[in-house]
């Protein structure tokens, strides 16, 4: 009986088919772009838990002025923990300088990123909608805040299919420390087929689970299991043409089979020469673990992948990622150490490689942090006015576009919501973001949703 068959099927399967990796439209190619990319791929430096702009990218002389006094522009209802009803202005610790031709004012806690300041194109004036980190990054990962929506990588995967047929076209390489808030669902394929979902590697011992071939069982043997399944597969096919699920599993069984030769290649990085694992920090304590992932994420993008997500923080507490209740100086020194050396040197190797020109580097986290004090020396969630920066190709480099207010609380010019960043990514992709619609529940989705500008100002 066929329903014997999928019991059969699940069993026997059970390890390559919880990958659920991709299925044949991503293995075709997808569909053509709507207009000529600028960009193949995409890597995410995803700073978890909100990074501060007045104390990395928008430096805020008022705020010296009004130390010790309530600023005019706070609301206590923007405030996520703040109690206090009028908080006081909370000067940044660290000190500014310009940097490159470009003149770009960068903190003193980026030492090695301020000497690549003219490939950066740094966004001031962002703004999202939540002040909580659940809906927050639910909405920068895919656009909506609530959760069950693709996430951004299911989409270019769902638009424009995988460039590899041996790697996963969207990959998250996650902190030791634990995943973000949400876990998988930062990464889901949503209401998609999950053969758009992204693939999590771990930080730690074996990238890829359930990627091996079970013990005592020789790769002879896998293969014509694999076999096996594959002719199964294709007779229940045949009997029903309709159930286009069976492709999909055919499929990824198919890449699960390539993966386990292609991806012990591409996270093995012994072949790399010593003076890339210095550049990234590889042999440093401090820079070694997020230096390692930007390193695999220049050997994934290599090798065709479409969009690499890193994370830079865990989900253990504010401690671990960069949510600076309390202790900014302590939190910011410690998650800028961390990255500083790693990023500089992914920006300088694709730059080498000839690799910049067709990737989009994007950075920045779920939201920034307030220009007022919260408890002992920390901040609190903003989602009125933070910084993000891209760089690579079709961007400007070496510029600066629109302004939070003259604290850094809101912004002000040239805003740019989660929606226009998204869109502008998808633009660079070569996709219309307006276009680009999967029909779920009898709606045409968007990653989008229905808003969303190109922000053209940016692209060169």
Not at 150 to 179: E, I, Q
Not at 338 to 346: H, R
Request: aromatic letters at 10%.
């Amino acid at each position: 009986m066929w329903t014997s068959r999928r019991r059969f099927l699940q069993s026997a399967g059970a390890g390559f088919g919880s990958l659920a990796l991709t299925d044949l439209l991503v293995a075709d190619g997808g569909p053509a772009p709507h207009h000529p990319a600028r960009v193949d791929s995409v890597i995410f430096l995803f700073m978890y838990g909100g990074p501060s702009q007045v104390d990395t990218f928008d430096p805020k002389p008022a705020l010296n002025e009004w130390a010790g006094k309530p600023i005019p522009a706070y609301r206590k209802e923007d405030s996520f923990f703040t109690n206090e009803t009028k908080p006081t202005a909370f000067p940044s610790p660290y000190s500014f300088q310009q940097y490159g031709q470009s003149g770009m004012w960068i903190s003193e806690k980026y030492p090695h990123l301020s000497k690549h300041a003219d490939k950066l194109c740094v966004i001031r004036g962002m703004h999202a909608d939540s002040n909580n980190h659940g809906p927050a990054l639910t909405q920068m990962n895919s656009g909506f805040i609530l959760q069950g929506h693709p996430s951004m990588g299911s989409w270019l995967n769902y638009g424009l299919g995988t460039a590899t047929r041996n790697l996963p076209g969207y990959v998250v390489l996650l902190d030791k420390r634990g995943a973000p808030v949400n876990g998988n669902l930062n990464w889901s394929n949503g209401f998609m087929p999950a053969a758009y979902q992204g693939v999590p590697f771990r930080p730690t011992g074996v990238p890829i689970v359930n990627l091996a071939n079970p013990d005592g069982v020789s790769d002879s043997q896998q293969r014509a299991r694999l076999e096996m399944i594959r002719e199964f597969n294709e007779d229940y096919a045949r009997a029903d043409p309709a159930e286009s699920a069976l492709e999909a599993r055919i499929a990824s069984y198919e890449l699960a089979a390539r993966m386990q030769t292609n991806a012990p290649e591409v996270t093995d990085l012994s072949s790399e020469p010593a003076f890339i694992k210095q550049a990234y920090g590889l042999e440093q304590d401090t820079t070694a673990d997020f230096g390692r992932n930007c390193l695999l994420a220049r050997r994934l993008v290599e090798r065709g992948v479409r969009m690499v997500q890193l994370y830079s923080g865990g989900n253990r507490g504010p401690e671990e990622a960069w949510d600076a209740h309390k202790k900014l100086v302590e939190n910011h020194d410690r998650q800028c150490a961390q990255t500083d050396q790693p990023i500089a040197a992914l920006l300088q190797d694709l730059e080498q490689r000839g690799l910049l020109d067709r990737t989009l580097v994007v950075w920045g986290g779920e939201f920034g942090r307030m220009p007022t004090q919260q408890g002992s020396a920390g901040r609190d969630h903003n989602p009125f006015g933070f910084t993000m920066w891209l760089a690579g190709g079709g961007v400007r480099p070496g510029i600066t576009y629109g302004e939070t207010d003259e604290f850094g609380y809101r912004a002000v010019k040239d805003k740019v919501h989660v929606h226009d960043l998204h869109a502008t990514i998808l633009h660079l992709l070569g996709i219309d973001h307006e276009q680009l619609t999967f029909r779920h529940k009898s709606r045409n989705f968007r990653l989008t949703d229905v808003y969303g500008e190109v922000v053209k100002e940016i692209i060169s």
